[in-house]
């Protein structure tokens, strides 16, 4: 069969999948969420293999990480399943409902998009939550893991095909130059989200006339201001840096108003010394952490525009809110900035003024994530100001269509002499 | 000052823009209503002499049609003004909360897109109406109009500057090289809005790395169901083709059920005979346009992938709804399809299967257009999936952001024994 056929195959697939009702939907995950279970001991013998095989490659540890799946993270991803079952049906909700005139009544009603093509990195685990999305949002999905992951995710994939009739939507592609043709497919894919490096992701963007959804960086900013109150302030700044530091949402910069420099510095430095954490600190924060015991070094302009994922971080002294927001804006990469303050007033300015997908006050940067936020799973976090931004759930799988019902109704009526008027009232609460 | 400064200013007044009030922002417009209201004279002067030089240089008369500024289109372009003016606030909405755990809360909140980069054709009132949108969903605008109308824009914009102090946020550009410079300015723009032919619409898409919202083909078809009522059938193909063929939501496109093609197409014919109209028929139509006294010509497949824009139409007999929604499927440019039926269950599938911005029953296709949906007004049609669909008003010129207001909360406290449960309850109704 030709890649065209292929693909031809998903999108009709997809179009019997939104077919069936929400139920009939949410059944195949929960049949799917019980063969993995069934199935564990097969996904966690082909995922050892592909470590082992890692191991020998010489892989990094952090992608190491990510590459595992073990009992812990199965059942994780099984939940996660279970979850997004248990969502809302993204499908037919009525938006809009206006009444045009007499007998003519106009609905935006959210459809699925279509065919999403998704290119992932390491970890298998996202390939069970993206596949669930899809599935109860009556997309197509087209696949394409790392090649650390193959054996797990042709395992993985087995077993979906294995036990849903209609699997015919869901497709794994295994060989690299698949993402190329992938980029090509414009009247089959309606959406391609890249995860992996930014320079991936720039590389996707640049050579695709489909839309593409994701983040390049995740530079992301605490900002502890005059008024924060200092045990928030640590705990925040320092989750948000060490809890997961090779994520997207974890803080790589972090900006203290002068007059709560000279207390905060010296109390987070102290909480960031057990992790090592190496800082990057500009000039007016460098004497404040002539007692750190990590690694100190003078903060450069590029510091502040770099995504270390790692246990590093840069920082700097500001005289007001505006200098903390115009920095923001200069160097973040949009993705998640927070503020700590007990000021309302700064806190409504921070979320007025900081044009990022996610903007928070008062706790950890890392909560940006669809699972956290309530949205049963993510397929990734959009940077993009258009359709979805933030962690992208199901509703950022879906498009709405104008369905205008009349009995008749012509355009000329409205024109000229004797034209009509329109009513237009909203039918919607 | 240069370019890029230019643009920043933009963007800066963008930001004043959306620190007011609903109220301030709609009092902007009337105030600008009243204006244009004052300097009609001005402005008719204005356009007289585009008109005059128009006509000197030899353009279409279509073309000519769209530059006419008249006592009664700008009556209907003040009124425009008023109608945007008068909509609900599109800032500040609160799309979803939740309540993550106690004392954390999610919020999903509406705000400003940044700037929108807007190329238009002729038409001068697209000016009044695309700045009244910025103006109201607190937007910066960069426009750049068609050449011919040039005199008649830069009256329109004096007057605006002359009138609103926050006008900073309204840029107009004259040369046509600035339209290569706004593909580039990534950071100033966040929407391009291309309103033009085809070829420059895809020219903007192929040239830029700014989000393009648009449509390049308006294909639109009306299918003819088996059970239609004659009458609406006959009205709503009349209207969908010749009330303003130019329309990119005008019909190109007429497929019959072949039980109501007798019936059917030489009643159509009669009410077409009229106008002019040329068909290109295919060979199951053509013996039934026999008594036709206009231009009757054997249809090929171009013809049904071409967008006339003027009084020629194709027309095909098909065997079922099944093909119909096939054919739309192939040919349509997911702009604005109808159908005609008085079969619910046929209505339903045709609403379900036809993956078009705007699906229609029983009514004109001519209906497409953003002020007779009951959204004020327009910026234009967007056939993308994506973000918006359809008629794009104020909605379309808002994005995202999530706010996340907590007391403290880190995400180590949700990881490992003893770990917190999210609540994730939501507090919408």
């Given at each position: 069969?030709?890649?065209?056929?292929?693909?031809?195959?998903?999108?009709?697939?997809?179009?019997?999948?939104?077919?069936?009702?929400?139920?009939?939907?949410?059944?195949?995950?929960?049949?799917?969420?019980?063969?993995?279970?069934?199935?564990?001991?097969?996904?966690?013998?082909?995922?050892?293999?592909?470590?082992?095989?890692?191991?020998?490659?010489?892989?990094?540890?952090?992608?190491?990480?990510?590459?595992?799946?073990?009992?812990?993270?199965?059942?994780?991803?099984?939940?996660?399943?279970?979850?997004?079952?248990?969502?809302?049906?993204?499908?037919?909700?009525?938006?809009?409902?206006?009444?045009?005139?007499?007998?003519?009544?106009?609905?935006?009603?959210?459809?699925?998009?279509?065919?999403?093509?998704?290119?992932?990195?390491?970890?298998?685990?996202?390939?069970?939550?993206?596949?669930?999305?899809?599935?109860?949002?009556?997309?197509?999905?087209?696949?394409?893991?790392?090649?650390?992951?193959?054996?797990?995710?042709?395992?993985?994939?087995?077993?979906?095909?294995?036990?849903?009739?209609?699997?015919?939507?869901?497709?794994?592609?295994?060989?690299?130059?698949?993402?190329?043709?992938?980029?090509?497919?414009?009247?089959?894919?309606?959406l391609?989200i890249?995860?992996?490096?930014?320079?991936?992701v720039?590389?996707?963007m640049?050579?695709?006339?489909?839309p593409v959804m994701g983040h390049a960086d995740g530079i992301?900013?605490?900002?502890?201001?005059?008024?924060?109150?200092?045990?928030?302030?640590?705990?925040?700044?320092?989750?948000?840096?060490?809890?997961?530091?090779?994520?997207?949402?974890?803080?790589?910069?972090?900006?203290?108003?002068?007059?709560?420099?000279?207390?905060?510095?010296?109390?987070?430095?102290?909480?960031?010394?057990?992790?090592?954490?190496?800082?990057?600190?500009?000039?007016?924060?460098?004497?404040?952490?002539?007692?750190?015991?990590?690694?100190?070094?003078?903060?450069?302009?590029?510091?502040?525009?770099?995504?270390?994922?790692?246990?590093?971080?840069?920082?700097?002294?500001?005289?007001?809110?505006?200098?903390?927001?115009?920095?923001i804006a200069?160097?973040s990469s949009h993705h998640t900035d927070?503020?700590?303050?007990?000021?309302?007033?700064?806190?409504?300015?921070?979320f007025n003024e900081v044009d990022s997908a996610d903007v928070?006050?008062?706790?950890?940067?890392?909560?940006a994530?669809?699972?956290?936020?309530?949205?049963?799973?993510?397929?990734g976090i959009s940077t993009g100001k258009l359709h979805a931004r933030g962690p992208v759930?199901?509703e950022g799988?879906?498009?709405?269509?104008?369905?205008?019902?009349?009995?008749?109704?012509?355009?000329?009526?409205?024109?000229?002499?004797?034209?009509?008027?329109?009513?237009?009232?909203?039918?919607?609460?």
């Amino acid at each position: 069969m030709d890649k065209e056929a292929e693909y031809r195959n998903v999108r009709n697939a997809a179009l019997r999948l939104a077919s069936l009702s929400d139920e009939e939907r949410s059944a195949m995950l929960l049949k799917m969420a019980a063969a993995f279970e069934e199935n564990k001991e097969r996904i966690f013998r082909a995922n050892r293999e592909d470590i082992e095989k890692a191991g020998k490659d010489g892989i990094s540890n952090a992608l190491l990480h990510r590459l595992v799946l073990d009992e812990s993270k199965l059942a994780s991803a099984i939940e996660g399943v279970k979850s997004v079952a248990s969502q809302k049906c993204p499908l037919h909700e009525v938006r809009e409902k206006r009444l045009l005139d007499e007998g003519l009544v106009l609905e935006k009603v959210t459809f699925p998009l279509g065919v999403i093509g998704m290119v992932f990195e390491a970890r298998p685990d996202a390939l069970i939550q993206i596949v669930s999305l899809a599935i109860k949002s009556a997309n197509g999905i087209i696949l394409k893991g790392g090649k650390e992951a193959s054996l797990t995710n042709s395992t993985l994939y087995e077993i979906i095909r294995e036990t849903l009739d209609g699997a015919g939507s869901v497709m794994l592609l295994s060989s690299h130059s698949d993402v190329d043709t992938m980029l090509k497919m414009e009247g089959y894919i309606d959406l391609i989200i890249p995860r992996g490096s930014n320079k991936f992701v720039r590389y996707c963007m640049d050579n695709t006339h489909i839309p593409v959804m994701g983040h390049a960086d995740g530079i992301c900013t605490v900002y502890v201001d005059s008024c924060a109150d200092m045990d928030t302030a640590v705990n925040v700044c320092t989750d948000s840096k060490v809890q997961y530091p090779a994520a997207c949402n974890a803080a790589e910069t972090i900006l203290v108003h002068k007059d709560a420099a000279e207390t905060f510095i010296p109390l987070f430095a102290s909480s960031l010394e057990q992790y090592g954490v190496t800082i990057h600190a500009d000039e007016r924060s460098l004497p404040l952490l002539k007692d750190y015991s990590g690694k100190v070094m003078k903060a450069c302009e590029d510091d502040f525009h770099t995504e270390f994922l790692s246990l590093e971080l840069a920082m700097k002294v500001v005289d007001s809110i505006d200098e903390a927001i115009s920095h923001i804006a200069e160097h973040s990469s949009h993705h998640t900035d927070a503020i700590v303050t007990c000021d309302d007033t700064n806190r409504e300015r921070f979320f007025n003024e900081v044009d990022s997908a996610d903007v928070f006050s008062n706790c950890s940067t890392r909560f940006a994530d669809g699972y956290r936020f309530g949205l049963g799973a993510e397929v990734g976090i959009s940077t993009g100001k258009l359709h979805a931004r933030g962690p992208v759930g199901l509703e950022g799988l879906t498009t709405t269509k104008w369905l205008l019902s009349g009995n008749g109704q012509i355009v000329r009526s409205y024109t000229g002499r004797d034209a009509r008027h329109f009513i237009h009232k909203d039918l919607l609460p």
